[in-house]
C-alpha cells in the first residue's frame, strides 16, 4: 500500500493542556486515528533544543560527563549535553555547553546529525556536534548539577558503549558517527 508522505493520516478533534513548566508542556489530543477509530494521544513539547557534543583531542582521547539522573534513578555516563533555546543558533548552544560542564573551548565545529528524541511521544528536535582543536579552561557547570568529567580513548569508551555501560541515545548516536568516520580514515 502506498501512501503519500507529506498527508497527515490523524485526525485532530480537539486538544487539551495537561502540564506545563519552564521545560515541557504535555498535551493531550482527542483523534481518528489511520483507521478511522476515536482515541487520544499524547504529546510531550520541548522548550529546548537537545544539544550533544562529542569532543576529541589530537590523540583521539574524547570525554565523557558522569551525573546521576533523577528520571532513570541512576548514574549515567554521557557526551556533554543540555538544552539550547529555539531561539538560539544550535552550535551557540553546543559550545556553552560544552564550556560548562567541561571547560573546553573547540576551534573547529562539525555538525553531525539532527535527530529525533522518543518521537512516537515527544517533538522533542536534537543536534550532534562534534568539537576539536580543544583548549582547556574551567568548567562551569549549573548550579544544578553535580558532574564528574573524565578524559579517555575513544576506544575505551565505545568499549564502555559495547558493554551496555553508556545507555544516553545523544551519547550513542554521536558515538557511532565518530565511529563512522573513524572507520572510513577521517579525523587522522
Known sequence: MHTDENRNPWTILGEKEIYDNKWIRITEYDVLNPAGGKGIYGKVHFKNLAIGVIALDDDLNTYLVGQYRFTLNQYSWEIPEGGGPHADAPLASAQR????????????????????????????????????????????????????????????????????????????????????????????
Open 97 to 188: 555547553e560544552l564550556l560548562e560542564e567541561t571547560g573546553l573551548t573547540a576551534s573547529k565545529w562539525t555538525m553531525l546529525r539532527r535527530v529525533h528524541l522518543s518521537n512516537s511521544v515527544t517533538d522533542e528536535d536534537g543536534y550532534l556536534f562534534l568539537a576539536q582543536g580543544l583548549e582547556q579552561h574551567q568548567p562551569m557547570p549549573e548550579d544544578t548539577e553535580e558532574l564528574q568529567v573524565k578524559k579517555i580513548p575513544f576506544e575505551a569508551a565505545w568499549q564502555m558503549l559495547e558493554r551496555g555501560e553508556i545507555t544516553d541515545a545523544l551519547t550513542l548516536i554521536a558515538m557511532m558517527e565518530v565511529k563512522l568516520i573513524l572507520q572510513k580514515g577521517g579525523l587522522r
